[in-house]
């Protein structure tokens, strides 16, 4: 016997309910309130599928829960998630190669994996460990490694900002991606939170949990190897040469059935090789802006009223958008509550900002990407590489201002309103390291961009009172929230110009954050598997 129920409990009420982050229990007492409020007899298992937050009332908060009951121990259906819906019986191992360890490799590796495979992952940055030591040298030092970066490195960007897994896609592999993060260690509270994140602290163990499974399993993962060409004959995929991401050399060459090409938006000089060898690109629009950065009580206060400090809604997040005077709308994106502002960047003599938080989000300051977008239109060049110089050009400039060192600039929104550089700070201290430089952000933003901005922030004031906080702090330049470059693919996953090529994720232009990367990983795999392992399925 299964039974759903939903319902709206108000916030004093549901802080006397026992509660766990694991919602796996058979709690009496939550039974006893949820069988009084549904009139009826519930099967003792009890664990939530949705749990939110109704704060459009600051005198009557309430936590939205549905909760499912049934008579079976759910832990076992619920923690042993299946990536595919076919099964495979392999007979013949053909040589498939993974290229890139974000979310939509690890993911479409996992899937291959699971079907009888032996994959080969290549990575051109290091592993989580290695990579988190060489990101504290930046914050700490200023000393950019080119290899091992927020850019680059295993589990990809997403792995060193907040972990966040809700996405507006559409698609039933959703609940198999949040299901497999908790196998491998995530918090079971993603599984029904209305705004699910894993923090980067238990990311990095998650991927790590991850690969050390996916070797187990018979995959061979390759780290600091950096794809630098492949072969192509009669328009398809022959084989793919693997170099050191350090120095260049010792290359390996593997013939290979099939590339699942997941590189990531910040591969520049991988989208210029593949333009060399055929493979059809197109530049895309996409968001450029600033990291804008209030004290995380504020914003508590503006969405909780005098409960902002109740730690049950506490930290509050957001997401806003407007449209302004510029025929331009300026949003939100990557909200980070209680984290900090990083640099990434990924290439000498530029500046990128990123955001960051811990599972805990507890830190002083709440930081959000504020964003604009951009298209053809705004860029000098034209092909498919235009919008990449476009964000170089940004960068550069944001590097210059900064002073070097990879210090990043920054100005109070009170002083970028009134066009003055900044010369003290208020009551919000920027948190970006390795350091930033008082400046005045519309000497390296292009005018459309920081108008919008201008006028947009008073607008959003009107949302979240205090959001145009004279003392809020924006931070430059923010580039990288999606891909420039889209490297186009058929309704099959192929790539329109190299068949056993099989464009994957955020770079290649058909995702944006973990989870739609992660869904997309799964899918590409599944196209692959159809297209050259049919014959090996069982019916």
């Known amino acids: 016997m299964r039974s759903d129920i939903s319902l709206s409990i108000p916030l004093s009420v ?15 007492d939550v039974h006893s309130y ?50 595919l819906t076919s099964k495979y019986s392999l007979n013949e191992k053909k040589r498939v190669v993974v290229c890139g360890s974000g979310p939509a490799g690890l993911f479409a590796c996992a899937a291959l994996v699971e079907a009888g ?11 989580v460990d290695t990579r988190t030591k060489d990101i504290e040298r930046l914050k700490a030092d200023g000393v950019l490694d080119l290899v091992s970066n927020v850019q680059f490195g295993e589990g990809g960007a997403g792995t060193f900002s907040d972990g966040k897994l809700f996405s507006g896609v559409s698609d039933g592999r959703k609940d198999i991606v949040l299901r497999t993060f908790v196998k491998y260690g995530a918090p079971k509270s993603i599984l029904y939170e209305a705004h699910p994140h894993i923090g980067t602290d238990h990311l990095r163990q998650v991927v790590k949990n991850i690969r050390e499974d996916l070797i187990h399993n018979g995959a061979k993962v390759l780290f600091e190897r950096r ?18 991401s350090v120095d260049g050399k010792d290359a390996v060459r593997i013939p290979c059935a099939a590339l699942i090409l997941a590189i990531g938006h910040s591969a520049r000089d991988t989208f210029y090789m593949l333009s060399k060898r055929g493979v059809k690109l ?43 005077g510029t025929g331009r709308k300026l949003y939100s994106f990557c909200m980070c509550p209680g984290g900090e502002v990083v640099c990434g960047a990924s290439e000498e003599n530029a500046v990128v900002t990123n955001g960051m938080s811990e599972y805990a989000r507890n830190r002083e300051n709440a930081n959000a ?6 298209d053809t239109d705004d860029f000098s060049e ?64 292009p005018e459309e961009i920081a108008k919008t901005i201008d006028e947009g922030l008073v607008l959003l004031d009107k949302k979240i009172k205090g959001f145009n906080d004279p003392d809020a702090v924006m931070t430059a330049v923010e580039t990288r929230s999606s891909s420039p470059v889209r490297i186009r693919r058929d309704e099959n996953g192929e790539n329109l110009s190299v068949t056993g090529i099989f464009p994957t994720g955020e770079g290649a232009g058909y995702a944006g954050g973990i989870m739609s990367s992660a869904i997309d990983g799964i899918r590409q795999a599944e196209c692959l598997l159809l297209r050259y392992f049919q014959n090996d399925m069982v019916k």
């Open 227 to 244: 794809l630098e060409d492949i072969e192509v004959a009669d328009g398809k995929l022959v084989s793919v040469t693997h170099v050191s």
């Open 282 to 324: 197109e530049s895309k629009p996409f968001s450029v802006g600033v990291r804008i950065e209030h004290r995380q009580e504020d914003i508590d206060r503006a969405r909780f009223g005098p409960l902002f400090a109740n730690e049950i809604l506490r930290p509050a997040n957001y997401k806003v958008v407007t449209p302004t």
């Open 14 to 28: 549901y802080e006397k309910l026992p509660h766990s982050s694991n919602a796996y229990t058979d709690y009496r």
């Open 117 to 127: 495979l032996a994959p080969i992952l290549l990575e051109r940055g290091r592993d």
């Open 34 to 83: 949820f069988e009084k409020k549904s009139r009826k007899r519930l099967p003792k298992h009890c664990y939530f599928l949705k749990k939110s937050i109704d704060a459009r009332h600051n005198n009557d908060i309430r936590v939205v829960v549905t909760a499912r009951f049934q008579d079976e121990d759910p832990s076992s259906e619920i923690l042993q998630p299946k990536l």
């Open 382 to 445: 034209d092909g498919w590489a235009a919008g990449i110089e476009f964000q170089r050009k940004l960068e550069a400039s944001a590097f210059s201002v900064g002073g070097g060192g990879y210090k990043a600039p920054a100005q109070r929104v009170g002083d970028f309103h009134d066009h003055r550089k900044t010369t003290s700070w208020g009551r919000v201290t920027p948190s970006y390291r390795p350091g930033v430089t008082m400046a005045d952000l519309w000497e390296i933003l």
């Open 369 to 374: 990407a504020m964003l604009v977008g951009v």
